[in-house]
């Protein structure tokens, strides 16, 4: 869809009056199974292993399903199903859990009615089978029993039972709940009859979809109080929501975003900047994670360490095979932003940070802590130093006078290199070590792919797939530099959708492929000159003399932002947009300006807005039972 157009007022008044989305179907998160699979061994007395081969503990069962590895937004709806292997696997799963729990020995209190009824050798009563269907149906569906539903598990598990024994029959009739479709599919059809007409989506669906929106989870609504609710616990935007529904104020827009407001507004609710959506977003958007899926040769991690451009900390969780500490220093720099919660796009571009990736903040935090604690230990030696000297205690003077020396002189070696002093050599996300080596092959830097990244997911623009006819590879030349090598993209073939890439991620040669700062490459220093061309944005096309001009003319952009904005409405509407969602993304685009760049204020547009309340074309009596 033309930008332009999608953020012309004149086509926003256009739009359909109530701009609808489509009746969908999202597949729950891989994690999201594993969380629940994890809850439920928890409450019956199975431990959980944390890490592997930790002593006495259960791991839990991997989701047999995933989500695509390309490199683009995976939070759509219409992507994901379950294959008949997917579904094996699930019911094996369900089986080896149930046999977890029925073979596992908790305390008293942790016995529960499946290990019960499975261990015991008379068949069990009709009300104590009535309990295990009840439990399963509020953890595994989120709600009791329907209609004849409880009914109807009775009389199969009692069959099973009387065919197959207690142990191996309640699991078979077990099993059937634990696989249900409607564990994994979380349906949004909102308040349909018969006709097409947009329809507000229920209750239990908005509270369901809000809750996925903010937290990746399903919580349908129960009978059930929180725990909050109880009286004990810090309460969600979930709990909120459920007692705005049984006050029946959930029911309109304006009871939605009333409803937010209250909930953030409690001192123990995080912002909905803070939501564990929002970093799963943001991961997705830079796409830095991709960071674990790049191998780097040992002998070259070795090289670059002693180069000294590589600190121990980072070598080291190479070879362990631990490399977790480079993507979390990019999520800690993300974390922060999102804190404060003003001009995250802008920030999250440009935010000075040392060659760790911890901004000024985090710097000055550490620094002031260290600070402190040496001279809390000097002042502590002093006073020692001075009642050994009263006393005439020649050897503990020695003693702690060495100590004393040994603490000013961490003192005045950690005031010589304040981080007022440390010019930060990296701005913002995309000069993180992570997204540098996400965006890297194996062995050297690869300016293409990291100039697609910016030319769609910055400038929202878009190359075109390589045509089969064109061998697209770099010549190999060892006395060359990349950006040498690269003339070659120069030629009339190529330099249509090169010039689209190639001057925006060259400035980035700024660094190695490890994401290491470089002044030279083979032996010549490193040129990091490009351009921005062809981008449609009065004012912006032009040359850049490096990174960190390139980087802070994008983060200036109007342009840039609405690009981000369409991102994020592709990530929560779970769909790409159209010209009929023109006013809801300027509402949002709006939103973000007005509140100085607030994440939390362009979340809340979008949950308010009609693509995510409203829904059409949908008649659930028409849609087939799996139990057909």
Request: net charge positive.
């Amino acid at each position: 869809v033309p930008h332009d157009k999608l953020f012309d007022p004149k086509v926003a008044a256009q739009a359909p009056k109530i701009a609808a989305s489509p009746a969908r179907i999202w597949r729950t998160l891989p994690q999201s199974y594993e969380q629940k699979q994890e809850t439920w061994l928890g409450a019956r007395g199975v431990g959980v292993a944390r890490k592997v081969g930790q002593s006495g503990k259960f791991g839990y069962l991997p989701a047999p399903f995933g989500l695509h590895t390309k490199n683009e937004l995976k939070n759509y709806s219409f992507d994901y199903t379950l294959a008949g292997a997917q579904t094996e696997g699930l019911a094996n799963n369900a089986r080896a859990l149930l046999k977890l729990v029925i073979k596992a020995n908790p305390g008293p209190r942790k016995q529960g009615p499946i290990r019960k009824v499975a261990r015991a050798k008379e068949p069990p009563t009709p009300a104590e089978v009535d309990q295990i269907i009840v439990d399963q149906y509020r953890h595994w569906l989120g709600r009791a029993p329907e209609g004849p539903e409880l009914e109807l598990r009775r009389k199969k598990i009692l069959g099973s039972i009387e065919k197959f024994g207690n142990r191996d029959g309640l699991i078979m009739g077990l099993v059937p709940i634990m696989i249900s479709p409607e564990v994994f599919f979380h349906s949004e059809y909102g308040n349909v009859g018969v006709s097409s007409e947009p329809a507000f989506l229920s209750q239990d669906e908005l509270i369901d979809a809000v809750d996925r929106a903010l937290r990746d989870r399903r919580s349908r609504v129960d009978t059930r109080p929180s725990q909050w609710q109880i009286g004990y616990g810090k309460p969600t935007v979930r709990d909120f929501l459920v007692v705005a529904a049984a006050n029946g104020k959930l029911k309109s827009r304006e009871d939605l975003a009333a409803t937010l407001d209250k909930a953030v507004s409690h001192k123990d609710v995080p912002k909905l900047s803070q939501s564990p959506t929002v970093k799963r977003f943001l991961d997705e958007y830079f796409n830095y994670t991709q960071y674990f899926d790049v191998f780097k040769c040992v002998a070259d991690l070795e090289r670059e360490k002693k180069a000294g451009r590589l600190a121990g900390a980072f070598i080291e969780r190479f070879n362990n095979g631990y490399p977790e500490i480079v993507v979390s220093r990019t999520r800690g720099v993300i974390g922060h932003i999102l804190h404060e919660d003003r001009q995250v796009l802008a920030r999250l571009l440009t935010v000075k940070t040392d060659y760790r990736g911890d901004s000024k903040s985090t710097m000055e935090a550490r620094f002031n802590g260290e600070k402190a604690g040496l001279e809390k230990g000097i002042a502590y030696l002093e006073q020692r130093v001075a009642d050994a000297k009263k006393k005439g205690d020649e050897k503990q003077q020695t003693n702690l006078a060495r100590l004393l020396a040994k603490k000013k002189h961490d003192l005045a070696t950690l005031l010589k290199n304040h981080p007022d002093w440390m010019a930060p050599e990296r701005m913002g996300v995309l000069t993180q070590r992570s997204w540098l080596v996400a965006h890297s092959s194996n062995v050297e830097n690869d300016p293409i792919h990291r100039g697609k990244w910016i030319r769609e997911r910055l400038l929202g623009g878009r190359v075109p797939d390589v045509p089969i006819t064109v061998d697209a590879q770099i010549p190999e030349n060892a006395e060359k530099t990349l950006r040498e090598r690269m003339e070659r993209t120069r030629g009339a073939e190529c330099w249509k959708c090169h010039q689209l890439m190639d001057p925006l991620g060259l400035p980035f040669e700024q660094y190695d492929h490890f994401g290491s700062l470089r002044k030279t490459e083979k032996e010549r220093p490193v040129v990091v000159s490009g351009a921005i061309i062809n981008s449609g944005v009065p004012g912006l096309d032009g040359p850049v003399s490096g990174p960190d001009e390139l980087i802070k003319k994008l983060a200036e952009s109007e342009h840039v932002q609405q690009v981000f904005v369409r991102y994020a409405f592709r990530f929560w509407m779970g769909r790409n947009e159209t010209l009929d969602d023109a006013r809801t993304l300027q509402d949002a685009h709006k939103a973000y300006k007005q509140s100085d760049g607030s994440m939390s204020a362009l979340l809340k547009s979008l949950l308010t807005s009609d693509a995510f309340l409203y829904r059409t074309g949908a008649n659930p009596k028409g849609v087939a039972s799996h139990e057909d």
